[in-house]
């Protein structure tokens, strides 16, 4: 996976329109530091960094011996105006399309751009997963992210053959998230109330 950084100058409404000449970029550099594995976690690697106007972000992977998914959780520091931040990453899968959930249901979104229209689709609403397929195999990608300064963005990637419900990702997205906010529950409950300590 790749982090870039790019240019975000909309031509109307700041914060809203998302432009299609977004090829000003700039990858960011990483600091990989490798962090001791515990219980069923295989490996567990975590890298730091800083860019722009302050802003510095955390990025850990797991790897767990009884899951298919490699799981990612970035935390991020933002200090940045008309700047994106975007993960990318390269795939080994010829798709014409992608499948993608909107707030219902799913919808396939083309990958290529030969038509104007197919132009216009650079952006796309997604909630929970995102899927790119072949006739034989295919990779998912799973978000669950919350935060306002300080960003969680917690996600994973996970390989899979056949198409996506053969894999069942609908399942997979479902429980991921599920398991992501009820950690996040914990954590939040566990937090001292800033209200209570100043009284």
Known sequence: MLLYVYDDVPLYWDAWDVMDYLETHKPLNLTMVTDPTTGGVVGVYRWTGSFGN????????????DSPMVEYLLIIYWAENHKFLKAEWPVDVLAREATIEPQFGHL????HIN?????????????????????????????AKYGWHR???HYT??????????????????????????????DDA???????DEN
């Open 54 to 65: 302050g802003s510095r972000f955390e990025w850990y992977t797991f790897i767990r011996a």
């Open 108 to 111: 396939a979104c083309p990958t």
């Open 115 to 143: 038509t104007s229209r197919e132009l216009a689709k650079f952006e796309v609403c997604g909630c929970k997963w995102m899927d790119i397929s072949q006739a034989d195999k295919g990779v998912t990608f799973i978000t």
């Open 151 to 153: 960003h969680f963005i």
């Open 157 to 186: 990637v996970c390989s899979h053959d056949g198409s996506f419900q053969e894999a069942e990702v609908i399942q997979r997205a479902y429980e991921f998230k599920t398991i992501v906010e009820k950690n996040r529950r914990s």
């Open 190 to 196: 566990e937090q001292p109330n800033d209200a209570e």
